[in-house]
């Protein structure tokens, strides 16, 4: 976050097309805290606001000439298929996080989600964890199940193929972080081969608590998160420059400011090749801001963010296009 000299009085939209070495995200306007992320595209800068960038050192953030780049041939983008049910969640394991998980998932809609949640705590614990986190205001549907996860066969009872997300959690009970990451790991390879038995990969995220573990899942689809890592990064981020606190809480709100996934083929002609600055164009014409691409087929440097904008990225099926999007409440 930083303020540019001289922008003021030019539109969003065309200071964004003249730094060829960082994403300009949004603005943080005078004395208000709130950023605006991907705001409106005829927003006027004024000059106090400072602008908010995706960049490698704050020496890039400086602009220069319009990129004159044609935009590429386009496809109509796919239109967005409304759920027919409700996403179902699975759960394993128990700690402080799991009520601020269930409040954001209910801020998508109470009928959005069924989740199950299997766990060795007590139900009542749980439920006075509930009651104290979220009041009257939880009404997502959950389903307690109080059982030992890390027990032969539980898992497989579940029976996780017919879930649409699992997400296993690191538990706050064990004595040391290794074994929390043992019962993690041992559950997620259970999991992987019950999932394989039944030719279906739904979706699953594991918790982890020590970042050497990362290496036991080279290679697998699960997406794994290292949470004290994660909170580390924030909390220097931040600690180096305060401004950062507001644009992160923006990120991690359900609506938004959202980082979001679309197929590149869905805005781009399959088998072309294009700038990042092209998909720029292309994402801005939509209402979305590009941040970068991912091809899941590269586990090892698959995803990339802020680019060279003079790499041409030859479209393959599969490959995501990573974009900031504005999303609206159900009731907007």
Same mark, same amino acid.
């Given at each position: 976050?930083?303020?540019?000299?001289?922008?003021?009085?030019?539109?969003?939209?065309?200071?964004?097309?003249?730094?060829?070495?960082?994403?300009?995200?949004?603005?943080?306007?005078?004395?208000?805290?709130?950023?605006?992320?991907?705001?409106?595209? %005829?927003?006027?800068?004024?000059?106090?606001?400072?602008?908010?960038?995706?960049?490698?050192? !704050?020496?890039?953030?400086?602009?220069?000439?319009?990129?004159?780049?044609?935009?590429?041939?386009?496809?109509? %983008?796919?239109?967005?298929?409304?759920?027919?049910?409700?996403?179902?969640?699975?759960?394993?394991? @128990?700690?402080?996080?799991?009520?601020?998980?269930?409040?954001?998932?209910?801020?998508?809609?109470?009928?959005?989600?069924?989740?199950?949640?299997?766990?060795?705590?007590?139900?009542?614990?749980?439920?006075?964890?509930?009651?104290?986190?979220?009041?009257?205001?939880?009404?997502?549907?959950?389903? !307690?199940?109080?059982?030992?996860?890390?027990?032969?066969?539980?898992? %497989?009872?579940?029976?996780?193929?017919?879930?649409?997300?699992?997400?296993?959690?690191?538990?706050?009970?064990? %004595?040391?972080?290794? !074994?929390?990451?043992?019962?993690?790991?041992?559950?997620?390879?259970?999991?992987?081969?019950?999932?394989?038995?039944?030719?279906?990969?739904?979706?699953?995220?594991?918790?982890?608590?020590?970042?050497?573990?990362?290496?036991?899942?080279?290679?697998?689809?699960?997406?794994?998160?290292?949470?004290?890592?994660?909170?580390?990064?924030?909390?220097?981020?931040?600690?180096?420059?305060?401004?950062?606190?507001?644009?992160? @809480?923006?990120?991690?709100?359900? @609506?938004?400011?959202?980082?979001?996934?679309?197929?590149?083929?869905?805005?781009?002609?399959?088998?072309?090749?294009?700038?990042?600055?092209?998909?720029?164009?292309?994402?801005?014409?939509?209402?979305?801001?590009?941040?970068?691409?991912?091809?899941?087929?590269?586990?090892?440097?698959?995803?990339?963010?802020?680019?060279?904008?003079?790499?041409? @990225?030859?479209?393959?099926?599969?490959?995501?296009?990573?974009?900031?999007?504005?999303?609206?409440?159900?009731?907007?």
């Amino acid at each position: 976050v930083r303020r540019v000299e001289g922008q003021d009085g030019q539109k969003f939209c065309e200071l964004g097309q003249r730094f060829a070495r960082a994403v300009l995200l949004g603005v943080i306007r005078g004395k208000d805290s709130q950023p605006l992320l991907n705001p409106d595209p %005829e927003t006027v800068i004024e000059p106090e606001d400072m602008l908010v960038f995706l960049a490698q050192r !704050h020496e890039d953030c400086v602009p220069g000439p319009r990129s004159d780049v044609p935009p590429p041939s386009v496809n109509a %983008e796919y239109p967005l298929q409304p759920v027919a049910q409700a996403h179902r969640v699975l759960i394993l394991g @128990w700690s402080r996080k799991v009520p601020a998980l269930l409040r954001e998932l209910a801020r998508f809609g109470a009928d959005s989600f069924e989740v199950d949640i299997v766990s060795g705590t007590p139900i009542a614990e749980r439920k006075v964890d509930l009651d104290r986190y979220l009041g009257s205001t939880m009404k997502l549907r959950v389903n !307690h199940v109080e059982d030992g996860f890390a027990t032969p066969g539980v898992i %497989e009872e579940r029976r996780p193929d017919q879930y649409d997300d699992i997400v296993v959690l690191a538990s706050e009970l064990l %004595e040391d972080k290794e !074994h929390a990451d043992a019962v993690s790991v041992a559950s997620a390879f259970r999991l992987r081969g019950c999932l394989s038995d039944q030719g279906r990969r739904s979706a699953v995220m594991v918790e982890l608590l020590d970042h050497e573990n990362l290496t036991l899942f080279q290679g697998g689809d699960e997406d794994v998160i290292v949470s004290p890592t994660v909170v580390s990064y924030v909390v220097s981020q931040v600690a180096l420059q305060r401004e950062l606190a507001p644009v992160f @809480w923006e990120l991690t709100r359900p @609506w938004g400011g959202q980082i979001v996934l679309r197929p590149a083929e869905s805005l781009v002609e399959p088998n072309s090749k294009v700038r990042f600055d092209q998909l720029q164009q292309v994402a801005a014409a939509r209402g979305d801001i590009a941040l970068g691409f991912w091809r899941p087929s590269d586990p090892d440097d698959g995803l990339v963010l802020n680019p060279d904008r003079d790499t041409e @990225w030859s479209i393959e099926p599969g490959d995501e296009l990573v974009l900031l999007r504005s999303i609206k409440t159900p009731e907007s």
